[in-house]
């Protein structure tokens, strides 16, 4: 039913039961009204007959002592005149008693009288009428005396007319009170109606419509409570179904991640609060896990942001299958997953939980016909153990989650409290470095690369070093990786990149022999978009010749999206520098890809050097690659050469050019200007060929 049409009928029903009593109260008044008025004119017609009789009286008295015409004529005209008043009477009498109101018995003794008094006055009439037709004055007189027994009935009538009113009065009064009390009840059903009718308005319009209200007060504060259907089948309860439905789509949309359907971060914190609650009032414990995926973004750069996507889902729908009845899972954003699990009592049963997860998810994934494997890595806090907010919580799980990524990623790490000091350490230190550049704090160091068949050198690599004013020296090895973790690494890659050409500049400048400056290049750098601009605008800047710079990239790069990697080093190449892959057969050392780049140069990594005098294998790795690169066109740059024997076996192979400590440090700028001139002197007199 339609809420117009129920309202409607509340309504017709309370004015119809309205009219009904201001009806029933119209009638019965002037119920009361007539009989009353019968009553009185009973009476008031019984005095005006007795008054007619007394006059009639005196009328014939005056005749039969003053026989005249006028005396006559008056007396037959008040013998008609009491005629009327008795009919009148009799009528208004009839009427009491045929609309019942006057009892039988009463009615039956008052026609009685009348009857009696009626044949008295007929008889009295007639014989009066006779002694005035005779002028008989003493009949006349007798007839006047006949009038006091007519009058004697005509009073007993009146006592029981009187007698009549009286009761009529009582029952008139009680029937007030009736009446009243009717009225009384009538209102009182009038306001029972309207308790009714406020109660239905309250049920089915005021408390639907300020709980619908409150709902949306609610949803507007960001609070999405269960919605409370209403079950008219009416417009509020349409609306109130629509309202439901719109708030669990709201729901849908805002406390889950539409691409893997996990609830999301804003679902994750409103859980934690409630997990926070229930185990501080109960005593309990739980845990929060922290999960990443390991080398995620490698698979979005080679493969693409949409198989990345579908591989977020299928590790998704892994992850929650298996917390199925342990706990909760949710996606934070990006690689990032959270898992809470309540009722934590035993660490080691988390620990189990924790290695079945990294099993679970480290299945292969078949992606757009690839099979992919991926790992993650997992940080664990306990409450109350390490923290008892939410927020530490967090941050305790996320310290421990890249603790365990910096072990070797694929593991699971609990937080203790010196990783709390590590990463106030590690904050610290990347506050320094930022201001490093403002303070003058960095400089190059250069370490000159040998022509191994000649021994002239062939070049130089420009190193970064700090030397912080508080810390003293900072290790590349401390520094460096901050720097690609934080971003940074790019404004000092630039820097490092300019001061590199302006000081090779400068070297050709001062009249010294023209050689290579190398340069690393991070994995950061090379994705910027700007890259071979940036690189245009320094040799620009400094009026270097690019063939005198080399730009050393690692295989990390390999994993990027293959076709765009191929224009960024083209472009590259087309400036007129030298391309090098530095640290060969540390990462994926693939031919395949790298034959594919426009490089010139591979750079053995040094862990393959150190070991070619006293381990056969590593001299045949690295005897293949020198042979594999050359016939890829490719020149071969030996590094960590420390000993002779090192370099003897360089040479065997044709390596092209070595780099190391035997012969010299990173050095200063002024002192590779002191070997270059040294060199530059030996030459001269013939001691180098």
Aim: with cysteine.
């Amino acid at each position: 039913m339609k809420l117009r049409t129920k309202l409607l009928m509340h309504t017709m029903v309370a004015l119809l039961l309205a009219a009904l009593l201001v009806g029933f109260i119209l009638v019965k008044m002037l119920d009361m009204q007539a009989s009353d008025k019968d009553n009185v004119a009973a009476i008031v017609t019984v005095q005006r007959l007795e008054s007619s009789i007394v006059l009639t009286q005196q009328a014939l008295n005056h005749y039969a002592f003053n026989i005249t015409f006028g005396s006559e004529a008056e007396a037959r005209q008040q013998l008609e005149r009491s005629g009327q008043v008795m009919g009148e009477l009799r009528k208004i009498l009839e009427h009491l008693d045929s609309t019942g109101q006057v009892r039988s018995d009463e009615a039956k003794e008052i026609m009685g009288l009348l009857a009696a008094a009626e044949a008295k006055w007929n008889d009295l009439q007639a014989s009066a009428k006779t002694a005035m037709a005779l002028q008989d004055q003493v009949d006349s007189n007798r007839q006047s005396i006949r009038t006091a027994g007519i009058l004697n009935d005509l009073f007993n009538l009146q006592r029981l007319v009187q007698a009549l009113y009286e009761h009529h009065t009582s029952t008139l009064e009680s029937e007030i009170k009736g009446i009243i009390w009717f009225c009384a009840l009538g209102v009182m059903m009038l306001i029972w109606i309207a308790y009714l009718s406020n109660d239905r308005l309250t049920r089915h319009i005021t408390k639907p419509v300020k709980t619908l209200a409150d709902q949306a007060q609610a949803v507007a504060a960001g609070r999405l409570t269960k919605v409370e259907e209403h079950p008219a089948q009416d417009e509020i309860g349409d609306l109130s179904r629509s309202f439901s439905s719109m708030v669990r789509q709201l729901e849908e949309l805002i406390y889950f991640d539409p691409l893997t359907e996990l609830p999301n971060r804003r679902k994750f914190l409103n859980q934690l609060e409630q997990e926070l609650s229930v185990a501080r009032s109960g005593g309990r414990k739980f845990a929060m896990l922290y999960l990443d995926l390991d080398r995620f973004k490698n698979v979005n750069d080679s493969l693409g942001h949409t198989a990345g996507d579908q591989l977020l889902r299928t590790f998704a729908s892994r992850l929650n299958g298996y917390m199925a009845g342990h706990g909760t899972a949710f996606r934070l954003g990006g690689d990032e997953f959270a898992v809470l699990v309540p009722l934590v009592d035993d660490t080691q049963e988390l620990s189990e939980l924790c290695g079945q997860i990294i099993s679970s998810v480290s299945l292969p994934y078949t992606i757009e016909s690839h099979e992919l494997y991926v790992t993650a890595s997992i940080g664990v806090s306990l409450y109350p153990t390490d923290a008892d907010d939410g927020e530490t919580l967090m941050k305790y799980a996320d310290m421990a989650m890249y603790r365990a990524k910096k072990l070797g990623a694929n593991h699971y790490q609990f937080y203790h409290p010196q990783m709390s000091d590590a990463v106030l350490e590690k904050l610290e230190l990347e506050s320094k470095l930022r201001r490093a550049l403002e303070l003058n704090e960095l400089e190059l160091k250069y370490q000159p690369q040998m022509d191994v068949q000649t021994g002239r050198i062939h070049g130089v690599e420009a190193l970064l070093r700090w030397n912080q004013s508080e810390l003293g020296p900072v290790p590349p090895s401390r520094f460096i990786p901050l720097a690609e973790e934080t971003g940074l690494i790019v404004p000092l890659g630039a820097w490092v990149l300019k001061e590199a050409c302006r000081q090779n500049k400068q070297w050709q400048l001062s009249g010294l022999p023209p050689i290579r400056v190398s340069v690393n290049l991070s994995a950061l750098q090379f994705q910027q978009q700007d890259l071979v601009e940036t690189i245009r605008r320094i040799l620009e800047e400094t009026q270097l010749d690019a063939r005198y710079l080399e730009l050393e990239i690692t295989e990390s790069v390999a994993m990027f999206n293959e076709a765009s990697v191929i224009h960024t080093l083209g472009e590259l190449k087309r400036l007129g520098l030298q391309l090098a892959i530095d640290d060969f057969g540390t990462g994926y050392s693939s031919f395949s890809y790298i034959k594919k780049f426009a490089v010139d140069s591979l750079k053995v990594d040094q862990s393959f050097i150190r070991d070619i005098a006293s381990k056969d294998e590593d001299a045949a790795i690295v005897a293949a690659m020198v042979k594999l690169a050359h016939s890829l066109q490719m020149k071969v740059v030996a590094e960590g050469v420390e000993t002779t024997e090192q370099l003897e076996l360089c040479r065997s192979w044709n390596c092209d050019v070595a780099q190391g400590y035997l012969f010299s440090h990173a050095v200063k700028a002024e002192d590779i200007v002191l070997l270059l001139s040294e060199e530059q002197q030996q030459q001269a007199v013939g001691v180098i060929t």
